[in-house]
């Protein structure tokens, strides 16, 4: 038998999961199995999953899994597979089923369709491999759009959240001068990815200003639109600011699935030679995955939130 969280008489917040047990999923061609050790949390995990509306948005029906990151060892692998071997350690994304003891994942598959799987680098442990392919592809999908580069000064709106942490230290690896929003008690985990902190909310644009005389180039807003209009008051053109959360007319919005190939990939490199860090907030046993999404639906987690398995 195999365990897997479930929503399974209705979507809905932490108290409708359940941790239940099942005859284990077996690779069938062009797939592989993945025993999950670790699994991250994303915010659109539990927003798909919310109400019975948006699931079916996202092609979710009952009874349906929870969670897309995941990392683990590859114990099982279908007929026709290449690239693969019993005994790899994999990560990657699988939408809406990963909180699971197994997961099965198309070989030439996408976190959309039949999940992906990439080889873990030496140096990455799981937990952190496990908070990779979400986040990081939605950073590296934003600053594709915005480009940043030496002599730029970027505004990154949700600079603490869990795309946040990619971003701001991406846009430093590039060059760039950071600013990033967030709470008061964030301003030192912002320092310590390398941006410059500024609380959010009524005077923004003011406090950039002063912290900024010299103006600002370009802009990620990570959490809604706030930080996409102030860049417009500070003179940010459109093709120069991108959001994540929300649409904007005359702005171009960014998706992880159309991160460049190959952008996971760079970002695990990243990892696993010590130029990319990853905040881990919090972990916690499948157990009490009612504990860990509360905590992260809360949006008040400086990193990422893991469950173990």
């Known amino acids: 038998m195999s365990r897997a969280v479930q929503f399974v008489e209705s979507f809905g917040g932490p108290e409708s999961l359940q ?3 099942m005859p284990e999923p077996q690779a069938g061609p062009g797939q592989i199995r993945v025993r999950v050790t670790a699994a991250g949390l994303n915010p659109m995990d539990w927003f798909m999953t919310s109400d019975a509306e948006t699931a079916a948005r996202f092609g979710l029906t009952l009874p349906s899994g929870f969670g897309t990151d995941y990392a683990g060892v590859v114990d099982q692998v279908g007929d026709g ?3 693969f071997a019993t005994g790899d350690r994999v990560f990657g994304g699988a939408l809406s089923r990963t909180v699971a003891d ?6 030439a598959g996408t976190i959309a369709v039949g999940g992906d799987a990439h080889h873990t680098p030496d140096g990455v442990d799981d937990r952190t491999a496990a908070t990779l392919a979400i986040a990081g592809c939605t ?3 934003a600053l594709a759009v915005v480009k940043p580069g030496p002599g730029d000064t970027v505004l990154i709106g949700g600079a603490g959240g869990g795309v946040g942490v990619f971003a701001v230290q991406l846009a430093v690896l590039a060059g760039a001068r950071v600013i990033g929003t967030g709470s008061a ?6 320092r310590a990815l390398g941006a410059e902190p500024v609380t959010y909310g009524e005077g923004l644009v003011e406090r950039v200003r002063a912290l900024a005389p010299g103006g600002v180039t370009a802009a990620m807003d990570l959490h809604a639109t706030d930080t996409a209009q102030a860049a417009r008051e500070l003179g940010v053109p459109d093709e120069r600011i991108t959001t994540i959360a929300a649409q904007v007319a005359g702005i171009t919005p ?5 991160a460049a190939p190959g952008a996971i990939e760079e970002i695990a490199r990243l990892v696993a030679t010590g130029r990319l860090r990853v905040p881990l907030a ?5 157990e009490r995955i009612r504990d860990a999404v509360e905590l992260q639906a809360a949006r008040h987690v400086h990193g990422k939130v893991v469950i173990e398995l």
């Open 254 to 258: 960014a998706n992880g699935a159309n």
């Open 139 to 141: 950073a590296a999908a």
């Open 185 to 190: 008690s964030s301003a030192d985990a912002l």
């Open 282 to 286: 919090a972990s916690f046993p499948v």
């Open 102 to 107: 197994h997961v099965v994942i198309d070989a």
């Open 81 to 83: 597979v290449t690239g």
């Open 19 to 21: 941790l239940r047990e």
